[in-house]
């Protein structure tokens, strides 16, 4: 292994894209001045703010909590509560959950666990045998959001932080592009305007890739799950995540040069596609631009699944 570029010391890793050679130190330095700059950037947090932490027990939602509470603990007038979503996958969601009530203690936050059978009645592990057309992750992102949404507002919070890294956002600013989705591109977090009945999220990793995400969390002994949901080969995500990894490896900087383009013209997308009036969804109350939300929606489909 090479020398860090920055001084003498072995270096822990290379960083293709900047062409940098880093130890631990230089390294850590790295990784948390970009957070503190994106954190800077999409929400100056104000007094007596609740912030909602999004930490399923992986390493990047336990990074993102860790690094939040190194940054911002100290200060009185905010307050962290985790949120843990239990999506009943058998095998999978135990453990991490444990990871997740785990870190939560060390750090002193307070763990709220809210599960799909609380909020729509039924788990994924019992959607999995249903005969669904689409994938199982439509559906888990769909409850997903809306547990998060759920619990935020019943614990007050004026940001719910995510744990999405520079991976997680170019794959969604790709996935929407070749779609021609450009209404949803002009949606994608974090979200500098607040929308009734929505809490608006921050995404502190937003800039940071995957591989130094897993590596800050190895070199700083932080403690989380890594087992792999057993229903994310199914997910079509998983073919851009594959397009951008080869594009990575042939062209380092390719993820970085998709979200600074996306950036570069998200203030036009936003003024051709602004926030559309949300209503209340008829059956549960959660923002909505029709009478029926889409979780409500899916919800009454899969039970005709059942029935039948």
Do not use: W
């Amino acid at each position: 292994m090479k020398s860090c570029s920055k001084c003498q010391k072995e270096a822990v890793t290379f960083i293709r894209y900047s062409g940098m050679h880093l130890c631990k130190f230089h390294l850590i330095e790295f990784f948390e001045k970009r957070v503190k700059k994106e954190m800077r950037k999409q929400s100056r947090l104000g007094k007596n703010e609740v912030v909602a932490l999004a930490v399923s027990g992986g390493k990047d939602s336990i990074v993102m909590m860790h690094i939040l509470q190194d940054i911002l603990g100290k200060r009185k007038d905010l307050e962290f509560q985790a949120i843990t979503v239990d999506e009943g996958i058998g095998g999978y969601r135990p453990g991490s959950i444990k990871y997740a009530a785990k870190n939560c203690q060390a750090l002193g936050i307070e763990q709220h666990i809210i599960s799909f059978q609380d909020i729509v009645n039924i788990t994924m592990d019992e959607i999995t045998k249903l005969p669904i057309k689409t994938t199982p992750c439509s559906y888990c992102g769909v409850f997903r959001r809306k547990a998060l949404n759920v619990k935020a507002k019943e614990l007050g919070a004026t940001k719910l932080a995510t744990g999405l890294n520079l991976d997680d956002t170019a794959q969604s600013i790709l996935m929407n592009l070749l779609r021609g989705d450009v209404a949803k591109l002009a949606r994608l977090g974090p979200h500098s305007r607040v929308q009734e009945g929505l809490v608006p999220r921050i995404q502190p990793l937003r800039l940071i890739p995957e591989k130094e995400s897993y590596l800050y969390g190895m070199l700083k002994d932080i403690e989380f799950y890594d087992g792999e949901c057993p229903y994310s080969n199914r997910a079509l995500r998983g073919k851009y995540r594959d397009i951008i990894n080869d594009l990575e490896k042939d062209t380092p900087g390719t993820r970085h040069a998709l979200l600074q383009s996306y950036d570069s013209i998200a203030d036009a997308l936003m003024k051709s596609f602004p926030p559309a009036k949300l209503l209340k969804c008829q059956q549960c109350g959660e923002p909505t631009l029709n009478t029926v939300c889409k979780s409500c929606s899916m919800v009454k489909d899969l039970k005709g699944m059942r029935n039948k």
